[in-house]
């Protein structure tokens, strides 16, 4: 088993629809991750989250230490949004570990 | 600020081959790092430099090795390129140390490689 797991691994929309993407984990970790990689391969981090709740503009992030469970989520999706997003968690101590990503598809 | 970058973008080498992956960051970080990233799996790394004069091995070092030049500096060497080192390479730096978490990581455009 992934030490990190994303669900769906594919998820199409359609525009102005609220999404959620989640992450669950099975180790302790000092940081939560959210990566979003560009359709041209760019990656840009999003969110690192320890506790609680990170909003940025339509993006929204929660974690829950105890249930090891992360979600993103977008608000009034637009097609720009179509993209791989990424869950990575740092164990303390530790390198970072990436799930395979979540495909994002949001249709006009 | 240029942020994080890579060279070459693009690569095809034939097996037995040899190269040298170029990064560089302008952000005055301490930490970087060498991902590659294959269909069907997460970003793994390969080796890390949590500070100028230290080197780590990351989760899959075989095959590589890695060389902090400067603090700007982190470049990827394949000896003898294999098919299996085909993938896409992704450097990355961040402020903080990787025991720490790592804080935010930027990330630089890629190289796609490809091992004939």
């Known amino acids: 088993k992934n030490e990190v797991e994303q669900s769906p691994q594919n998820l199409t929309a359609q525009e102005g629809e609220f999404i959620t993407i989640n992450c669950s984990y099975s180790v302790g970790i000092s940081a939560l991750h959210w990566l979003q990689q560009h359709p041209g391969g760019g990656i840009v981090s999003l969110f690192m989250l320890s506790s609680g709740k990170k909003k940025h503009g339509r993006l929204i992030a929660t974690i829950n230490i105890q249930e090891k469970h992360s979600s993103l989520h977008i608000t009034a999706s637009h097609p720009r949004d179509s993209a791989v997003y990424i869950c990575a968690v740092a164990a303390s101590g530790s390198r970072l570990t990436f799930g395979e990503g979540t495909q994002l598809t949001v249709n006009p | 600020n240029a942020g994080v970058t890579q060279t070459p973008k693009f690569q095809v080498l034939k097996t037995g081959q040899s190269m040298t992956l170029q990064c560089a960051q302008d952000m005055n970080h301490n930490s970087m790092y060498w991902y590659r990233q294959d269909p069907g799996m997460g970003l793994r790394l390969i080796y890390y430099?949590?500070?100028?004069?230290?080197?780590d091995k990351g989760e899959v070092p075989n095959g590589y090795n890695v060389s902090r030049l400067n603090k700007r500096e982190f470049s990827l060497r394949l000896e003898s390129a294999a098919p299996s080192q085909t993938s896409v390479y992704f450097c990355a730096s961040s402020k903080t140390h990787p025991a720490s978490g790592g804080g935010t990581q930027y990330f630089g455009p890629g190289t796609r490689l490809t091992v004939l």
């Open positions: 430099s949590a500070s100028e004069g230290t080197t």
